[in-house]
């Protein structure tokens, strides 16, 4: 792997592929087992808080599902499309910071 | 410790959006020079593994449950600005895609965990290795206490401003305890995986922790 360029890092991608397969255990599959909340759910919870996400919500993937999938695999696409998303957002952002610097690479390649 | 909708009154809103805001800008002016492709690459993979992170909800005895949450690691890698960046890049992602978080709480978020728990972890990393020396326990210790430290003061803010809010009575006494004192638990196992991750890419990645490379170097 080239130092300079870690979009193009097998390793890091096949650990990101791994941590979106197994996601769906973790994140819907335990959850409904074992019914957990999070610490701030307490802290909410005793002071009277309520979350009232679902009733405005505008996005169709709400709570990392994927409409007419099941919870599981729609988790786990969820997962890959906020992956998508945010590798879009980067690349873009890379494309113009070369496009200033006019070509890359050039400092740490000497290091 | 995504806020959702509901839990923050307009003030408190609107103060933690403005400082949110506050703070990015000032990290961009403090960062004071040109960005290079490297980092924004390392901050693409970076934030892409942060949020696929932060979907693994661990389950804990008792019926609670967390998850990784990463901004100290962030800081490490990337430094205050990118870290900064990494970090909210992934929380207007959930927040925006998958309402992870509220639109109200954005601000709150940020302030959390794109601020507070970067610039702590970053922070004290810095300091112990610099004082310590950049050797193996050095990191390790440093990366360890930086993101625990990193995750109990962003509770303790997310317990501050869920109590804070007027319109909804004022509960610190009762959300600041138990933000606090859960994210010091839970800050052990952000601290190892952390200390665990930051060691891993120092052997096998020099690069990818850019804090760590001297100034000098860098720049040549």
């Known amino acids: 792997m080239t130092p300079t360029n870690f979009v193009k890092s097998k390793k890091i991608w096949t650990a990101i592929a791994l941590m979106l397969i197994v996601s769906p255990l973790f994140g819907v599959i335990l959850a409904d087992v074992v019914g957990y909340h999070e610490p701030l759910d307490v802290a909410a919870e005793a002071a009277g808080l309520r979350d009232v996400s679902e009733e405005i919500t505008w996005t169709p993937f709400f709570d990392y599902g994927i409409p007419g999938l099941p919870s599981e695999v729609g988790y786990a696409m969820a997962g890959a499309l906020g992956v998508a998303v945010i590798v879009v957002v980067g690349y873009v952002a890379m494309k113009v910071v070369e496009r200033r610097r006019g070509g890359h690479g050039a400092c740490l390649k000497a290091y | ?220």
Request: proline share 4%; glycine share 12%; with cysteine.
């Open chain 2, 1 to 220: 410790m995504h806020i959702p909708d509901g839990f923050l009154d307009a003030w408190t809103a609107s103060i933690t959006y403005a400082i949110a805001v506050g703070c990015g800008l000032l990290l961009w002016k403090k960062s004071k020079r040109a960005l290079r492709v490297e980092e924004i690459s390392l901050l693409t993979v970076l934030s892409a593994a942060i949020f696929v992170a932060q979907m693994l909800n661990w389950p804990l005895p008792g019926g609670t449950s967390l998850h990784f949450v990463g901004g100290a690691l962030a800081g490490m890698l990337l430094g205050p600005f990118l870290g900064f960046a990494s970090m909210t890049l992934v929380l207007v992602v959930q927040c925006l895609l998958f309402h992870d978080g509220g639109i109200t709480a954005l601000g709150a978020n940020v302030l959390n965990m794109a601020v507070i728990n970067v610039l702590v972890g970053y922070a004290l990393f810095k300091l112990i290795v610099m004082i310590a020396g950049n050797k193996r326990s050095s990191r390790m210790a440093g990366a360890f206490l930086g993101a625990w430290l990193g995750i109990v003061l962003a509770g303790l803010a997310c317990g501050l401003e869920i109590g804070l809010s007027p319109s909804f009575g004022f509960y610190i006494d009762v959300t600041v305890p138990i933000m606090a004192g859960w994210h010091a638990l839970l800050g052990i196992v952000e601290g190892v995986i952390t200390a665990l991750v930051v060691e891993y890419l120092y052997v096998r990645l020099p690069l990818a922790i850019p804090s760590l490379i001297p100034q000098e170097v860098v720049e040549r």
